[in-house]
């Protein structure tokens, strides 16, 4: 197995961020070998302390799918061994990096236009101080710093109505841009998104671990997660306080009682023990 979360409202409980209840199980799969590898709306930032926070020596997946992160201590070394595996990535201090998403810039031309579609509607994180981040967020000004770091997504704070919203995702479809919900804001996505990250990643990961059939296990809470929830052997949506679980037509889902990482226990419990019933069976 590998295993693919989101962290705001799944592994990280959607008021006050703490991961508490998912430790044991947590650490169950780390005593099993299971990678984890966070797949967020979050910046690199926001992930290296995080990762740091709880021994994950993993990948990790940004700002919605848009760059994948591999320590290169984990992952292949050189680039001879890259281009035997047959992709190219760049490297970036103590990450190889595979990057999908536009950068800055082109977020910034294209908020700019949805500014004159739809004047009083939203706010983009990029002209938010840091007060107004912690004033909507409640994360801590550290933290919130953090998030304001973006390198390849403009989260937009919504407060138009659906229809207006509607008319921004029509305006955003004509440019291959995606428009979907987080827990509290709105994201904007381009050449990418979480399960095409996830998939690129696990067939990375098949290659280098040497193992042909990869099963993945993915956990999320929101509509930014349904993408990387169909991709996935088996999917996990985990309840959240705040809205109902988003339509998802699978067979190996998996919808949780409880809320955030009580729910990710719960999930990840479930499937381990039903797994080791399996291999003595
Ligand atoms: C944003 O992401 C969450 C993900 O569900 C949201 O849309 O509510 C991101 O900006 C992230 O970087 C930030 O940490 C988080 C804070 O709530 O909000
Ligand atoms: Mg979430
Ligand atoms: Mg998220």
């Known amino acids: 197995y590998v295993v693919y979360t989101d962290l705001d409202g799944t592994l990280l409980d959607h008021d006050s961020y ?45 700002e919605n799918g848009a760059a994948v992160f591999l320590p290169k201590n984990y992952a292949v070394e050189t680039e001879e061994q890259q281009s035997e595996a047959g992709v190219e990535l760049s490297s970036c201090g103590c990450y190889w990096v595979k ?34 981040m912690v004033e909507l967020t409640s994360l801590s000004t550290v933290a919130a710093e953090r998030a304001l770091t973006r390198e ?46 996830l998939r690129w990643l696990n067939d990375y990961l098949s290659e280098f671990m040497q193992q042909a059939d990869l099963e993945s296990i993915a956990l999320g809470d929101g509509e930014n997660d349904l993408s990387m929830l169909r991709q996935a052997d088996i999917a996990v949506q985990v309840r959240s306080p705040v809205h109902e679980f988003p339509e998802l037509e699978k067979t190996a889902l998996y919808r949780t009682e409880r809320f ?19 291999s003595y069976s």
């Open 18 to 62: 703490s991961y508490q209840a998912a430790l044991p199980a947590l650490a169950r799969l780390v005593d099993l070998d299971i990678p984890v590898v966070p797949v967020t709306s979050k910046t690199r930032a926001e992930l290296e302390p995080l990762c740091t926070e709880l021994k994950l020596q993993t990948p990790f997946i940004v």
């Open 260 to 278: 955030g990482p009580e729910g990710w226990a719960e999930a990840i419990t479930k499937i381990l023990n039903s797994s080791a019933k399996q």
């Open 152 to 197: 390849y997504s403009d989260p937009l704070h919504w407060f138009g109505n659906d229809e207006q919203l509607q008319q921004l995702s029509d305006y955003c479809a004509q440019q291959d841009v995606q428009v979907v919900k987080g827990g509290r804001f709105v994201h904007l996505l381009k050449d990418t998104d979480k399960g095409m990250a």
């Open 99 to 132: 990057a999908f998403a536009p950068s800055m810039p082109y977020w910034l031309q294209l908020i700019e236009q949805l500014q004159q579609l739809q004047p009083n509607t939203f706010v983009a994180m990029h002209s938010m101080s840091v007060a107004e």
